[in-house]
């Protein structure tokens, strides 16, 4: 190819896909909007590597190609327990939910997992409606993520940190290693990939199940919530890095924002700088030292779990950097039951909820 030719674009790549369907009768049998998509998805690829001057894209390989997309649909396509899909037919699903009434469905993304063997259907709907943006109000509490508890709030509330990588690496490594002494591209090598790659997808779905779950305890007892702003794939790249991606701190951040914004709640990030050195009540600084896990200020005497500390520091960062509209509505959650069982668990201390001051 000459170099004076210039660089083919997004809509050049498409109108040529009629000439290849000509030449090729395989491309016929997928439909139109599918090969559009492709091509738009490898033209983002391609302009992203372009801009960061790194990180080629890579060739996918039979297999590596885990999704397609039709982008438009002229009819509903669910009938019943089963969806209708252009040049492929009625598919038998299972619909975690109804379409609520008054959206329509926009388009529908096939996706597969585990080597082919689990298949989804996202399905995106779309109405013509706006949502406000949700302004700070009600009762706030500060969320401190760590790796011995998973989070403290500023209520006290202490949640261990689950090790859903950890302990499964012993059975993953187990499994990795059969893999390995089969022969590639056999029927034993495909059986045995297919088991990494499934213990590998019950790891993601049972972490993301637990990040769902506590991102509702924490919108059942407050109004508006507030984290660090803390990069956490700059942590990842340290000594305890495999511990900070087992816990999932980023992907825990993001479904919590999601969940607020779904229950009508006020969710914000505050500056992480010094959040576990400094006194709540008085400001003053304390040493900022990892073993020390129980903090007594100097100043003023306050004393409290350092987690639980912190936690109260970004609360309050957060009431000072938002305006609340509406004061605070709820008791704080050591004072009453909230109704919720699990919640009121926590509460009991069954999960190692409550502070508990170490003996001298």
Not at 79 to 102: A, M, Y
Not at 172 to 193: I, W
Not at 194 to 199: P, Q
Not at 223 to 241: H, N, P, Q, R, W
Request: proline residues 5%.
């Amino acid at each position: 190819m000459s170099p004076d030719i210039p660089f083919p674009g997004e809509r050049s790549q498409k109108r040529q896909l009629t000439q290849w369907k000509k030449t090729d009768s395989s491309l016929k049998e997928v439909h139109s909007q599918v090969t559009q998509d492709v091509v738009k998805r490898l033209h983002n690829s391609w302009e992203s590597f372009r801009k960061r001057g790194r990180g080629f894209p890579r060739f996918k390989k039979y297999g590596r190609y885990q999704s397609f997309l039709f982008p438009q649909l002229s009819t509903n396509p669910l009938k019943g327990s089963q969806i209708k899909l252009p040049k492929i037919g009625l598919v038998d699903i299972n619909l975690h939910r109804e379409i609520p009434d008054g959206f329509k469905i926009k388009g529908v993304r096939v996706v597969s997992r585990c080597r082919g063997t689990k298949w989804f259907v996202v399905i995106t709907i779309q109405a013509d409606v706006s949502v406000p943006d949700i302004p700070f109000f009600g009762r706030a509490i500060g969320v401190d993520v760590g790796l011995i508890d998973f989070l403290a709030t500023s209520d006290g509330l202490r949640i261990p940190r689950p090790k859903f990588f950890v302990d499964l690496q012993r059975k993953l490594k187990l499994l990795q290693r059969r893999a390995t002494r089969k022969q590639k591209r056999s029927k034993n090598y495909e059986k045995s990939q297919i088991k990494v790659a499934r213990l590998h997808h019950k790891i993601a779905d049972t972490r993301k199940d637990f990040h769902l779950k506590i991102a509702h305890q924490l919108c059942d007892q407050a109004d508006s919530i507030f984290v660090e702003d803390i990069d956490y794939t700059v942590m990842a790249k340290g000594f305890l890095g495999k511990h900070i991606l087992d816990a999932g701190f980023g992907q825990f951040r993001e479904l919590l924002k999601w969940v607020c914004w779904k229950r009508g709640k006020f969710f914000a990030t505050v500056d992480h700088k010094g959040t576990s050195k400094q006194c709540p009540e008085c400001g003053y600084q304390w040493e900022n030292n990892l073993s020390i896990r129980w903090h007594t200020c100097a100043e003023c005497g306050y004393s409290n779990n350092r987690d639980v500390a912190s936690a109260q520091v970004i609360c309050n960062r957060g009431i000072d950097k938002y305006p609340r509209t509406i004061g605070e509505r709820k008791l704080p959650a050591n004072g009453v039951l909230s109704g919720v069982l699990c919640l009121d668990k926590c509460y009991a201390g069954t999960l190692n909820c409550e502070v508990e001051k170490p003996a001298p």
